[in-house]
């Protein structure tokens, strides 16, 4: 008995030890992901989504909505006044457009949803009776659409991105496909010639190895996700905080999933301590790069609705950037993380090689998206062969599933090689030639123009994706999308957050844009919306809607609210 005491001891001393240290290397792995973390509500997933359950809405009713900031009863006036003469404007001049929003708004659910958030909540209900925003247009050309009633705007949604060589192009790419295709239709399955041609171009404009066609970029980089955890056997993947990656739900882990991603990481981008953890962990199969987050790293998407202030900013450093991704490439290698560069928005509108021409980096593999598809839609993907294999040679039963009705339909392959061998034109050649050059003089030229005229606005871009900040502390911001509609400027449901040009706008367009944004601008002056208290701050601002925001969820009225 005595003699045995000696070895149980130790066994069960060294027990208690190998049981210490694994509590100790589990909880500094998990203290280093939590220094990971971009300290905004959008850096940690389940904590917003608990948040966002708290939020109760409550609506501004009529005279509260122009008063929220207490101004002058002038200012309150004259901001109904000009509220009303937008209404009346919309009514008047949008009159077969805004019917035909109204009478199918019920039935479709996207819809609904876009006309919700297009401002902060506490007013959409007044502006949801008054200034709906029209949801058809009947025709484009040049830069221009044109809606049910004839009334022209200039085109700054860039149809979400895809609109890269104007409209008039894709009408033409996807005549051309038609015509090519026609013969074989819409067989599904095998493959139209033309898709010989595409793998081809795809391979040399991504420096990869193999193709795989899909339906839409979210689909793209499903599969590339899925490839990644197959490949790797390892369960995570690498999100950075505020990057869109499409709507599935593991690169949809905070607010807008009703279900927690519970393999998905969301890390601080450009941070020491996310390379850290890349460093370290062993389950991370993939990084997923946005690299249009270099315009807003760590911000979500800067839509309207969320604009309570004017906190919102941006600031593009392309060599800052550029050092990132290189140090992210390093510690892929390092610790065998597969980098995928989702090229889905910024691919071909930065570069015709994408983020790994523009930035110089290497990928292991890419999404594209949008504008590829010739104007149809479409996801690709391109990745290193080993990586794209769907099967091991050895377990014959372990395979990585991936198939889709509509993938390489033919009218969107010969669509898609209309587009690819466009590129090859001295016209593109031209167009790419001294693109940022032409992009950050024009925005400069409007960002003058806004400051000669002392309005308390800016923009900041990215090539042709522009995002519109606000440089005086204000609630009203989010109206400014509605003067510059009046104005005939068309922004997509996001707002002024994001405007897209296509590169085919003129500098006669163009100039015609600037004057009609300053003339909205001078508007939304006059009409008392920037009014501001001197004392007023951003801070002051998200500290009352805060109190709002609790007083109305626990049933008290806030002492200031309005
Ligand atoms: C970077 C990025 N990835 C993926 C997607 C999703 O693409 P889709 O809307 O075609 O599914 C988008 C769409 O905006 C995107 O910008």
Not at 334 to 358: K, S
Request: hydrophobic fraction near 40%.
């Amino acid at each position: 008995m005595i003699m045995d005491s000696g070895p149980t001891t130790f066994a069960l001393f060294a027990a208690g030890a190998a049981a210490l240290t694994t509590s100790v290397v589990k909880l500094k792995s998990r203290l280093a992901l939590s220094r990971a973390k971009h300290r905004s509500l959008g850096g940690h997933s389940r904590l917003s989504r608990r948040v966002a359950g708290l939020v109760s809405f409550y609506a501004y009713d009529e005279s509260q909505v122009f008063r929220s900031d207490d101004p002058p009863e002038e200012t309150a006036t004259a901001r109904r006044a000009g509220f009303m003469r937008l209404a009346k404007l919309y009514a008047e001049r949008y009159p077969q457009t805004m019917r035909l929003t109204t009478d199918v708004k019920d039935g479709i659910s996207d819809l609904q949803f876009t006309d919700t958030y297009r401002v902060p909540f506490q007013f959409r209900e007044l502006v949801q009776r008054h200034l709906s925003a029209p949801a058809f247009v009947q025709s484009s050309q040049g830069v221009v659409l044109t809606d049910l009633d004839g009334n022209h705007f200039y085109d700054l949604t860039g149809s979400y991105g895809v609109n890269l060589l104007g409209y008039d192009f894709y009408k033409g790419s996807i005549a051309r496909a038609v015509e090519r295709a026609g013969e074989l239709g819409p067989v599904l399955g095998s493959y139209h010639p033309v898709v010989a041609d595409n793998v081809a171009r795809l391979k040399a404009i991504s420096g990869l190895d193999e193709v795989s066609f899909h339906m839409s970029g979210t689909e793209a980089v499903m599969q590339a996700v899925r490839l990644a955890r197959y490949h790797t056997r390892r369960t995570h993947l690498v999100r950075f905080c505020g990057a869109y990656h499409g709507w599935w739900g593991d690169v949809q882990p905070g607010i807008g999933n009703p279900i927690p991603a519970r393999e998905t990481y969301t890390l601080n981008e450009m941070s020491e301590a996310a390379l850290r953890v890349l460093r370290t962990r062993r389950d991370i199969a993939c990084v997923l790069v946005n690299p249009l987050q270099a315009l807003h790293p760590n911000a979500s998407p800067p839509a309207d609705s969320a604009l309570i202030d004017s906190g919102r900013s941006a600031h593009f450093d392309r060599q800052a950037y550029a050092d990132w991704l290189k140090e992210l490439r390093a510690v892929c290698d390092q610790n065998g993380i597969i980098l995928i560069v989702d090229d889905v928005f910024v691919g071909f509108r930065i570069a015709p090689g994408g983020t790994q021409e523009y930035f110089g980096v290497r990928a292991d593999m890419v999404t594209y998206g949008k504008t590829l598809g010739g104007g149809l839609p479409v996801g690709v993907l391109c990745g290193r062969k080993e990586l794209m294999k769907r099967y091991r040679n050895n377990r014959p039963l372990d395979v990585c599933f991936a198939r889709g009705t509509f993938n390489a339909h033919p009218y969107v392959m010969a669509a898609m090689n209309e587009f690819l061998r466009h590129l090859d034109t001295p016209e593109a050649q031209a167009m790419y030639a001294g693109l940022d050059a032409l992009w950050n003089a024009r925005a400069e030229r409007l960002n003058q123009r806004l400051r000669e005229r002392k309005l308390p606005v800016q923009v900041a871009n990215l090539s042709s994706i522009w995002t519109v900040s606000y440089t005086e502390p204000s609630r009203y911001n989010w109206m400014f999308q509605f003067y510059l509609r009046a104005e005939g400027l068309a922004l997509s449901w996001i707002g002024t957050g994001r405007l897209i040009f296509s590169l085919n706008y003129t500098d006669a367009d163009f100039a015609a844009v600037v004057d009609r944004f300053v003339a909205a601008a001078e508007a939304m002056r006059r009409d008392g919306f920037w009014w501001h208290d001197p004392a007023a701050t951003n801070k002051s601002i998200k500290r009352r809607v805060l109190r709002e925001v609790l007083a109305h969820r626990f049933g008290r009225r806030a002492d200031r609210t309005p």
